[in-house]
C-alpha cells in the first residue's frame, strides 16, 4: 500500500477555505501521479483556518469557529477523493456533537474512501490543552473504530492515544495491519514522545505505522499563534526481513521555517503489508504475540 503523509505547514499563507481546498486538491494530483491509494493529514488540520480567523476571535471560541469551517470541507473532500480515487484520512477537526440536548466538541478524524461514506474515530485522551473551560474544551471519545479496506485492516489514533500502553494491550488481538496517527506537537519533547511511542506500537503490535504531524505557525503573529514543530514518518517492526531498524521512511523534525515547495511537504512510502503479516502471524524474531500480562502477579 503506497501512502503519503501530509506535514501541512502553517506558516504557508492562506485568505480562505477555498484557498486550504485548492492546496489540498494540488496534493492529491501529485499524489495521484505518484500512484498513492491513501493520503493522511495531521492532527487539527484547522488550525490552519485560524490564518484568515477574525482579529478579535477570543480563544474559547476558536474551537466553535473552527469547527463551523470544518463543516466546509466535508463535502469537497469526498468529491475529491471520488475524483482523483485516492482515499483519505483527513487529519482532525473540531465537530460539534450534540448529546442530550447539549453542545459538545469532539477532536474527530474523518476517512474518506472513493464513492463512500466516511468513517468516523474522534480522539480518546485528551491533553490539558483540550480540557480548559476558558480556552479550547472538548470531549474524549469513547470507542475505536476498527476499519478494513482493500483487505487492510487498520485504526486511527489521535496524537496522545498513541502514547497509552493500555490501548496498546487492547489493540493486540485484533491482528491489525496498520494504525494512523494525526498528531500535533507544540514543541519538540512532544514530537520526540509521539514518534518515539508510534515506533515502539509498530514493534508491541507487529503493524505498519504511520505518523504525521503539521509544522509552522498559522497566519504569523495573528491572534498569537503557537509555532508546532513535527515531522512525517513510516514506522515497521524491526525484523530483519524488513532492514532491522523498524524505519521505512521518516523526515526530521521540524519548525517550519523554511518554506519550501507543496510537494516537499509530502512523505511517500510503500508499506509491504503481505511480509509484515506474515512476521505477525509466526515469522517474527521473537514477538510473542499480543501479550497481556494478565497472568502475572506484582509483590511487595
Known amino acids: 500500500m503506497k501512502i503519503a503523509l501530509w506535514s501541512i505547514n502553517f506558516s504557508r499563507k ?6 486550504w481546498l485548492g492546496l489540498l486538491e494540488e496534493q492529491l494530483i501529485y499524489a495521484q501521479q505518484q500512484q498513492v491509494k491513501l493520503l493522511v493529514l ?63 466538541h469532539v477532536n474527530r478524524a474523518y476517512f474518506f474512501t472513493p464513492n463512500n461514506s466516511a468513517v468516523q474515530q474522534d480522539k480518546l485522551c485528551l491533553t490539558p490543552s483540550e480540557k480548559m473551560p476558558q480556552a479550547w474544551y472538548l470531549t474524549p471519545g469513547k470507542e475505536v473504530q ?43 519533547a512532544g514530537y520526540y514522545r509521539v ?6 506500537r509498530a514493534i508491541e503490535l507487529q503493524a505498519a505505522i504511520a505518523v504525521v504531524g503539521p509544522v509552522g505557525r498559522a497566519g504569523e503573529n495573528k491572534l498569537n499563534r503557537t509555532q508546532f514543530s513535527s515531522a512525517a514518518a513510516f514506522y515497521q517492526p524491526c525484523e530483519e526481513p524488513l532492514g532491522h531498524t523498524g524505519v521505512l521512511k521518516e523526515t526530521a523534525v521540524s519548525n ?44 511487595h
Not at 74 to 85: K, M, N, S, V
Not at 157 to 185: F, H, K, N, R
Open 256 to 299: 517550519g521555517a523554511n518554506l519550501g515547495t507543496l510537494s516537499n511537504e509530502l512523505l511517500i512510502a510503500r508499506f509491504d503489508i503481505g511480509q509484515i503479516r506474515e512476521l505477525r502471524h509466526g515469522s517474527a524474531e521473537v514477538w510473542p504475540g499480543g501479550w497481556s500480562a494478565e497472568h502475572l502477579r506484582i509483590s
Open 195 to 200: 514518534f518515539g511511542c508510534a515506533k515502539a
Open 14 to 19: 492562506i485568505n480562505s477555505l477555498d484557498d
Open 42 to 104: 495531521p492532527e487539527y488540520l484547522s488550525e490552519h483556518f485560524l490564518s484568515f480567523a477574525p482579529a478579535n476571535l477570543a480563544i474559547d471560541q476558536e474551537v466553535p469557529w473552527m469547527a463551523e469551517q470544518s463543516l466546509n470541507l466535508l463535502g469537497p473532500i469526498q468529491r475529491f477523493c471520488d475524483h482523483y480515487q485516492i482515499a483519505m484520512i483527513a487529519g482532525t477537526v473540531p465537530v460539534n456533537d450534540q448529546v442530550d440536548e447539549t453542545s459538545e
Open 146 to 188: 476498527v476499519i478494513e479496506w482493500q483487505g487492510v485492516k487498520m485504526a486511527i489514533l489521535i496524537c496522545l492515544d498513541i502514547e497509552m500502553p493500555a490501548l496498546s494491550v487492547m489493540l493486540a488481538p485484533l491482528d491489525l495491519d496498520l494504525i494512523i496517527v494525526p498528531s500535533m506537537t507544540s514543541k519538540t
